[in-house]
């Protein structure tokens, strides 16, 4: 049997002399993995299909003990192009595909993920990076997975949070209040930064446009999400080194 699906492309590696191993997304199967034959050296049946961040009609067939389904052919349906427009965009496009795949893994449909991801490529495709679109994207990952932390009260005794500067923990799963030890903890965040960053999950999930955060909450909320996601991660994303390196605020 031929199954047939919209798919993301996460990632590709080169086996053999002409052959290609396929990771995808899809939101009727989840995360899938699959063998192209003769990929590299024939164009005829996936051409350019295969490129990381495409979204493609895939087409497989699973194999009764193998690990790897077989592909069968793929259409091209969105290449992507303004993804590669500079370094910044390519990694931060390349950053979320990670994500997706080493928090949820191969866990069966993911209809939620799917178009979370497809409204973060096609953002970046036409917008470019941002803070702004990074912090939206794992945010929203992070709930998705159920790691997101407490934000706008104390994760311990569940209380209100003081004004001005909150300890954040990640091995605490979010900010605490003074009594139950916030003000001795590393990580200090403005009160005002927590309620940006709990506004953005009461908004859509696929909603990229329209938001603009103050620098402070911009450079506070970056160290917030990255405590919270390493946490859960079994390593850390092959991207994040180069994207910790790229200044990816071009706001003024």
């Known amino acids: 049997m031929i199954h047939a699906a ?7 590696s080169d086996y053999g002399e002409a052959d290609r ?17 003769s990929a590299r050296s024939s164009r005829r049946r996936f051409g350019a299909a295969l490129e990381p961040l495409a979204e493609v009609g895939m087409h497989w067939k699973v194999r009764p003990g193998r690990e ?6 793929a259409d091209l349906i969105n290449l992507h192009h303004g993804l590669r427009r500079d370094l910044p965009t390519l990694t931060l496009a390349s950053y979320g595909c990670e994500l997706a795949e080493l928090l949820f893994g191969e866990s069966g449909p993911a209809p939620e993920l799917f178009a979370l991801l497809q409204a973060f490529l096609n953002h970046l495709d036409v917008e470019g990076s941002s803070v702004e679109a990074r912090l939206l994207f794992e945010l929203r990952i992070l709930e998705l997975a159920g790691y997101v932390p ?20 990640a091995a605490s799963n979010g900010s605490l209040c003074p009594a139950c030890g916030g003000d001795g903890l590393q990580i200090q ?4 930064t927590l309620g940006s960053l709990g506004r953005i999950l009461r908004t859509p999930l696929t909603s990229f446009t329209g938001f603009r955060l103050s620098p402070r909450s911009r450079s506070e909320g970056q ?30």
Do not use: N, W, Y
């Open 21 to 37: 191993i396929v990771s995808f997304l899809t939101a009727e199967h989840g995360h899938i993995k699959g063998f192209a034959r």
């Open 68 to 73: 790897l389904v077989d592909l069968r052919e």
């Open 150 to 169: 407490h934000l706008q009260h104390c994760a311990a005794c569940f209380g209100p949070l003081p004004e001005g500067a909150v300890g954040f923990s």
């Open 223 to 252: 160290m917030v999400l990255a405590e919270a996601i390493a946490r859960h991660l079994s390593r850390p994303p092959k991207s994040l080194t180069l994207l910790a390196s790229l200044i990816l605020d071009r706001q003024h």
């Open 189 to 192: 965040v403005d009160r005002l």
């Open 6 to 12: 919209t798919a993301i492309i996460l990632r590709h």
